[in-house]
């Protein structure tokens, strides 16, 4: 076995999950992740952990909807589903740990499954939801082909993309991580700043007063239920300025290229993109929320150097900066205090690897990508 | 998908483990058994269930073990396993059905794990187990290359070997088997002769007064949990007679050819085999139950023609009988009465389709292979 793969399994285990003796761990492995999964399992017996493995197979929750579609006799087309599933629910609520292991042969495995049938089955499961997010969940993928194919990347070279986001030296990244969410905690304001010849500028402010920034380090001791991670967010209001956002991103299926928006008020009153702006124009019109800002987000991970259309890469790339419109995260607010509401949340990201600033109550903290905790910081 | 994967999946669901609209159903899925698992999900979707799939791999299996020997600290160099799984324990105890779907990628996977290990892990596991037999649990095989190497088959070969097994005119032979069973229960003495030119003989006489035959019809109706199934089993007594096993068997990894037994006062006094006569041997010693028969097994699935080297179906085929050494089935006992006691059940397989005969009380039920229901049939 690929010692990445152990590596992997490993970061997982420990770091993420925080997995001790006599711990419950469900893991959860997708069609094709089958080696990932051989390597948690050894980990989990080396930890004396008891270990049950779920089958996360795509093209069997799909066969499961489309059986159940064809099955469904009340004749409106969308089948209904027991809303307690007792087996499942049962699963979850018994477990201590959740490891879910993506990673199947076709990333639109389930294309063909109406968006009734969808929201029906995620409206039923409700429960089962409820109950594995209150154990120590993590998320992570084994580099497939199919999301190498979706990355529009080689084989080998997704492999090492891969590995080089999640097996870094994390408490090191967590350590770097919590300076940027003093930073944050401790401002009132965020002013990004982009000047390049080659796209418009950007000339941002929004407001994180009384805001909480988290740091999500990959670890559910930090809150944070990915692996890979590396970003500090807040949750922004009070937005003045417009933003670009060189980095594409996929709206309903669609491609959205060089959004750009502005905003007055906190909300924004006018937009445009290169590509894609009838998906961008549908999400702003959802309600008011998707019209103001829900996420401030620093990517800090710098294992991740490139965009592959996987959030769980992208967002967290080194180097940018994302804002997303729509719902806040209740981890920023302060106790009982609500946030944006939206039914979306969509992030958008810049490149601030050059020509560019973040100033919190103006003072820089980023230039150039660098930060001024790091050598090179050109304050 | 290949239609055969389709009707394997309904005979399962429907014939086997009967399941309804709201059952709870667990589905575990080997390795290589992914395209079986998508349709018994699909055929589930259709009739209302409730699925949850686990990941059956062998290899996922072996890790956790090795892993958890690596791990073991008390030094005597087996790991101590929780003796109560909660999760697993939980998911059995709120499912209505498991459907077991075997078929991994190599039939050895597990070979390097210690006996002291897979001891451990099994005593551990004895709530799972029961939980799991409580419910309406019926286990199968994906036709896959590595059962196909097994058997000494090609793959297509064997592909159509296990759907004739498999798919099967359940209903009639149900009806077949249970004129069988109704003809052993009617029975005291049960006789079985061959004669044959290239063997020698079997002439073994045995009561099985006052024990009850089960209809081993691969369904949960029948209190069958084998798909394929089709045999027809009682625990007989005071066997006199000396038989011969032409069809080959494997005893602690050890292929046993041409086994020859000779009982007196119920047990075997004498024995040889024409290979594997250790093997053969070590099973007769373990203890005094082991030298006295626990079961005659009746094998009336025509679809299985041939040894496959795996006793899901070789004690099934069509045209042969078998005897077993070893623990009887409390199933064919009266109430309250102890069968055979012992520590193993070892199957022996003679093929009766030639110069044989089975009679109950004098009377031929079977000749050459041919029940007296039967056309063709000479009394």
């Known amino acids: 076995m690929d010692e990445r793969v152990r590596e ?13 003796a006599g711990d419950d761990v469900v893991v959860s492995v997708a069609e094709d992740a089958h080696e990932l999964g051989v390597a948690v399992a050894e980990a989990l017996g080396e930890r004396g952990a008891n270990v049950t493995t779920l089958y996360g197979s795509a093209e069997v929750s799909r066969a499961y909807l489309k059986g159940s ?6 004749g409106d087309g969308a089948p209904s589903f027991d809303d307690d599933p007792a087996v499942e629910r049962a699963l979850f609520e018994a477990a201590d740990a959740y490891l879910r292991i993506g990673g199947g042969r076709n990333t639109t495995a389930t294309a063909d499954v109406s968006s009734e049938t969808r929201r029906a089955y995620a409206t039923a499961r409700q429960a089962v939801r409820e109950a594995r997010m209150d154990t120590d969940w993590v ?24 590995y080089d986001a999640v097996c870094r ?4 990244l967590a350590d770097e991580m919590a300076a940027m969410k003093d930073a944050l905690d401790a401002g009132e304001e965020v002013r990004i700043v982009t000047e390049r010849d080659d796209a418009p500028d950007t000339d941002i402010a929004m407001s994180i007063a009384g805001r909480t920034a988290v740091n999500s380090a990959a670890s559910v001791a930090y809150d ?24 594409p ?27 894609g702006e009838v998906a961008l124009a549908s999400v702003l019109d959802i309600d008011a929320g998707a019209r103001r800002l829900g996420e401030l987000g620093i990517g800090m991970n710098r294992g991740i150097d490139r965009f592959t259309d996987s959030i769980l890469f992208d967002e967290k790339m080194g180097d940018t900066v994302h804002l997303a419109v729509g719902r806040a995260y209740d981890a920023c607010l302060p106790e009982g205090e609500s946030g944006n509401d939206s039914a979306v949340h969509v992030d958008m990201i810049s490149d601030v690897s050059e020509d560019s600033r973040l100033e919190i109550d103006g003072e820089v903290v980023q230039r150039n990508g660098t930060f001024r905790w790091e050598d090179g910081f050109e304050g």
Do not use: C, K
Request: charged fraction near 25%.
């Open 8 to 20: 992997h399994a490993e970061v997982l285990v420990d770091w993420s999950a925080r997995v001790e």
């Open 139 to 162: 998320s992570t993928v084994h580099p497939t082909r199919s999301l190498a194919q979706q990355a529009g990347m080689a084989y080998e070279e997704y492999q090492e993309f891969v």
């Open 249 to 275: 991103m996929t709206i309903d299926a669609t491609r959205v290229r060089d959004a750009h928006l502005v905003f007055e008020g906190g909300e924004v009153v006018d937009f445009s993109a290169g590509a």
């Open 224 to 247: 944070s239920h990915n692996l890979p991670s590396g970003e500090v967010f807040t949750a922004p209001y009070d937005t003045e300025g417009e933003a670009f956002f060189d980095v």
């Open 69 to 74: 579609e064809a099955g469904a006799e009340d």
């Open 169 to 172: 030296d994390w408490e090191a």
